[in-house]
């Protein structure tokens, strides 16, 4: 006879084996760090922006700005067609926080802020007005959310 528990037992037996890791686990209609890892070095590397990258900055928020550190190098950043691809990323992350950004607290910029004033630190003078605009642009849409 089988009990009460054995289907959930073997749900997560399956879960075990298949080695998923925490990063890969999300509730529907979100995106794993490890997608939103992936849209990053997708974008940045390779300067192609599909909607599948936007739809999944614009879910994630200030998550996305993690993924930016996590994922790039300063020397990648740097770089003007780097920090251009960043600004890219940060600005979709927030176009529209208060309707697209599930976790509550990726809709408040901490993260994302002190990247760009590190981004600001690290590329060259050309980049500083881009920077200001998407850090007022990125801060205007948090505070209307």
Same mark, same amino acid.
């Given at each position: 006879?089988?009990?009460?528990?054995?289907?959930?037992?073997?749900?997560?037996?399956?879960?075990a084996? *298949?080695?998923? +890791?925490?990063?890969?686990?999300?509730?529907? $209609? &979100?995106?794993?760090?490890?997608? !939103?890892?992936?849209?990053?070095?997708?974008?940045?590397?390779?300067?192609?922006? *599909?909607g599948? +990258?936007?739809?999944?900055?614009?879910?994630? $928020? &200030?998550?996305?700005?993690?993924a !930016?550190?996590?994922t790039?190098?300063d020397?990648?950043?740097a770089?003007?067609?780097?920090?251009k691809?960043?600004?890219?990323?940060l600005?979709?992350?927030?176009?529209?926080?208060?309707?697209?950004?599930?976790?509550?607290?990726?809709?408040?910029?901490?993260?994302?802020?002190?990247?760009?004033?590190?981004?600001?630190?690290?590329?060259?003078v050309k980049?500083q007005?881009?920077?200001?605009?998407?850090k007022?642009?990125?801060?205007?849409?948090?505070?209307?959310?």
């Open positions: 006879m089988i009990g009460p528990l054995f289907p959930l037992i073997v749900m997560l037996l399956a879960l084996a *298949s080695g998923q +890791d925490w990063q890969d686990c999300k509730p529907d $209609g &979100d995106y794993s760090f490890k997608d !939103v890892k992936a849209a990053v070095r997708r974008v940045t590397t390779s300067g192609i922006y *599909s599948w +990258d936007e739809k999944t900055f614009n879910r994630s $928020g &200030d998550l996305v700005a993690v !930016v550190i996590h790039l190098d020397s990648q950043m770089s003007l067609e780097g920090a691809n960043v600004l890219v990323v600005r979709a992350a927030f176009a529209c926080p208060a309707r697209c950004v599930q976790v509550t607290d990726d809709r408040h910029p901490s993260v994302t802020l002190l990247l760009l004033e590190h981004l600001r630190d690290i590329a060259g980049m007005p881009e920077i200001d605009a998407a007022k642009f990125i801060l205007q849409q948090a505070k209307a959310g």
